[in-house]
């Protein structure tokens, strides 16, 4: 690991997480959890085996992450964030928040994995009717359907369909984000191959924050 060689806490925080996947790798514990050596790896699809494993010695040696064997029938090896590693995810956030407006272009090499929009989504949605009943919209892009609910002012974010949901967007992951974040229509979104199904008065219980994604 290459070394700044400055005493400042920003070019010391870039000595640990700066390489090239570093921040990747904690993104995909940060929102896993606990995971296999493959789970990272299959959430990383252009990344290096050996590099991966290089990127995982270091956050490990710089008490970013810690491997811990997982007992009978899992019987393997799962790397998980250490407290330390943990104090990363504002970081993370923020990254997201700031890279929403980057979003607006999708290069059709791009790979898409659902628990990366996932995660944007849960940092930028909030409920805009505390006072409404319980509502849930699915999403059902990229490789998993995304589930939002909303009740009592508070929304939670999950992986996996959402059961019966009052409403589920369907279609291409661009499109929806931009319906769901308010830079694009419903007429916009229709065009470019959205479709609503359900109460679309759901979409408009779930604010974004508009204009740091616009």
Same mark, same amino acid.
């Given at each position: ?14 000595? !640990? ?14 929102? #896993? ?10 959430? !990383? ?19 970013? &992450? %810690?491997?811990?064997?997982? +007992?009978?029938?899992? %019987? ?11 104090? @990363? ?27 990366? @929009? ?6 930028? &949605? ?10 849930? !919209?699915?999403? #059902?892009?990229?490789?998993? +359907?995304?589930?939002?609910?909303? #009740? ?6 999950? @992986? ?23 830079? &694009?229509? #419903?007429?916009? %979104? ?11 008065? &759901?979409?408009?219980?779930?604010? %974004? ?6």
């Amino acid at each position: 690991m290459r070394s700044y060689d400055e005493y400042c806490a920003v070019a010391k925080s870039l000595d !640990l997480v700066g390489d090239r996947w570093t921040l990747l790798v904690v993104r995909e514990l940060s929102q #896993r959890g606990a995971a296999r050596y493959t789970d990272i790896r299959n959430g !990383l699809p252009g990344v290096a085996t050996n590099l991966l494993a290089d990127r995982l010695r270091d956050l490990e040696a710089a008490g970013l &992450v %810690a491997r811990e064997e997982a +007992p009978p029938p899992v %019987a393997t090896t799962l790397f998980r964030l250490t407290p330390r590693g943990e104090g @990363l995810r504002p970081v993370l956030d923020e990254l997201m928040r700031w890279g929403l407006p980057l979003m607006v272009e999708q290069k059709p090499e791009d790979a898409v994995r659902s628990h990366w @929009l996932a995660g944007a989504v849960e940092v930028m &949605v909030s409920d805009r009717d505390p006072d409404g009943d319980p509502v849930t !919209l699915e999403l #059902r892009i990229a490789d998993e +359907p995304i589930a939002i609910a909303a #009740r009592n002012g508070e929304t939670k974010v999950t @992986l996996g369909p959402a059961g019966d949901p009052d409403a589920a967007l369907v279609g291409p992951e661009r499109p929806i984000l931009g319906l769901l974040f308010g830079v &694009v229509d #419903r007429t916009g %979104a229709e065009a470019m191959g959205v479709t609503l199904e359900g109460d679309p008065k &759901v979409i408009d219980r779930f604010a %974004a924050e508009a204009a740091a994604a616009a």
